[in-house]
Every structure is written in structure tokens, then in C-alpha cells.
């Protein structure tokens, strides 16, 4: 959402994935230009499936683990390969 939001305002947004077969499986959220504070949900339906392998960070096999901070979260470096 490439808009400009006022310094000290709050935003909120709702936005619907999974509308096109493998176009939106994988979202990516950036804080840039001078974003100091963010938070993300997910719902997700009763067939979805983790993404991230955060096996490969030394994290738990179990579990949905749907959304992660990289590069401090397990599952960062699967979302590094899935995410360019």
C-alpha cells in the first residue's frame, strides 16, 4: 500500500487473500519510510498450511506458524527461500 500516512497517525487495513491459485500463498509486509511500529494477523481457512519450516532455525516442527519477524523468527530461513 504504497500511501502516505501522516507522522502519529494509526492505520488499519483489512486486505482478503487467496482470490488467485498460487498468486497470494505468500505475503510479504515492509516497513519503509520511517514506519516505527507494525502489526499483522492472519486468518487463515481450516485447509491452510504453515509455509515456513521453522525446523530449519532450530524451532518446533509443530504447529501454524503463520506469520514470523525474519530475521529474528524460526522459520526465516525458509522464508528467505520462498520469499525473495
Not at 497517525?9 to 498460487?22: P, W, Y
Request: with cysteine.
Amino acid at each position: 500500500m504504497p500511501f502516505p500516512v501522516s507522522a502519529g497517525m494509526t492505520l488499519s487495513t483489512t486486505q482478503q487473500l487467496k482470490g488467485v491459485f498460487n498468486v497470494d500463498d505468500v505475503v510479504k509486509i515492509t516497513a519503509a519510510g520511517g514506519v516505527q511500529s507494525m502489526m499483522a494477523s492472519v486468518a487463515t481457512g481450516i485447509d491452510a498450511e504453515d509455509p515456513f519450516d521453522e525446523t530449519l532455525d532450530g524451532g518446533s516442527a509443530r504447529g501454524n506458524h503463520f506469520c514470523l519477524t525474519a530475521p529474528k523468527e524460526p522459520g526465516r530461513t525458509s522464508a528467505a527461500s520462498i520469499i525473495p
